[in-house]
């Protein structure tokens, strides 16, 4: 069954701290990507990849980092973790590059930065 | 860029009643169409999609058409029950594989 995993599910992190949020699909798409979720912006992209060792800049990159070192995993990076990140994350995976396969959604990170 | 404007929520109905939630794009592209659906405590899922200009795309008793001209993609459903409570996403996808979505819609229905 396809699935996408993410974690941690919950994460408590200090500002100025590096945190690192985990994403890994079984369904051997070559797209992932990750969002961040408010209430009144909806879902916005930060950072995308085509494949293994691909990275691409989404609509919100400042302040992340991405990292897709196999096609299974990809990563969000908070190298200095600042409390207007705190949100939730939603990575995904999908099809790609011509079959516009819709993209399947894990469960979600709750990131809090005190 | 790409953009996606839809309904501003909460939208609030009776069971048995009718919903329209609307969608435009903005893209210069030959986009594909998305409606996904949100639980509380869940990832968005795919509703369903229409890759074609003026092909409709339908599920669960939820239906849209995508209509290029007029650049919208409206999501309708003629009776509306309480377990459709949710937050609705209309999205695109463009010719990189980039997935953009609106802001969505929460619907409440009340029995």
């Known amino acids: 069954e396809a699935a996408v995993t993410q974690s941690p599910r919950n994460k408590v992190a200090v500002t100025g701290g590096k945190v690192t949020l985990s994403c890994n699909q079984t369904n051997n798409h070559n797209n992932m990507y990750w969002y961040r979720q408010d209430t009144g912006h909806g879902l916005r992209l930060i950072h995308y990849?085509?494949?293994?060792?691909?990275?691409e800049k989404g609509d919100i990159p400042d302040g992340y980092k991405a990292s897709r070192p196999s096609q299974e995993n990809f990563s969000l990076i908070l190298e200095l973790a600042t409390p207007s990140q705190t949100s939730v994350y939603f990575c995904?995976?999908?099809?790609?590059?011509?079959?516009?396969?819709?993209?399947?959604f894990g469960e979600g990170t709750r990131l809090s930065v005190l | 860029g790409d953009s996606v404007t839809q309904t501003e929520g909460p939208v609030t109905l009776s069971e048995g009643t009718s919903l329209t939630v609307n969608c435009s794009y903005e893209?210069?592209?030959?986009?594909?169409l998305f409606w996904y659906v949100q639980y509380p405590g869940e990832g968005p899922q795919l509703l369903f999609k229409?890759?074609?200009?003026?092909e409709k795309g339908s599920s669960r008793g939820f239906e849209a058409t995508y209509n290029k001209e007029a650049t919208s993609f409206h999501l309708q459903k003629a009776s509306v029950q309480e377990s459709d409570s949710a937050v609705y996403y209309c999205?695109?996808?463009?010719?990189?594989?980039?997935?953009?979505f609106g802001d969505g819609t929460q619907l409440v229905v009340k029995p």
């Open positions: 229409v890759p074609k200009a003026n």
């Open positions: 999205a695109l996808s463009d010719n990189n594989n980039r997935i953009f």
């Open positions: 990849s085509y494949g293994a060792g691909s990275t």
């Open positions: 893209t210069k592209q030959y986009p594909t």
């Open positions: 995904a995976s999908g099809g790609g590059p011509y079959n516009n396969q819709a993209p399947l």
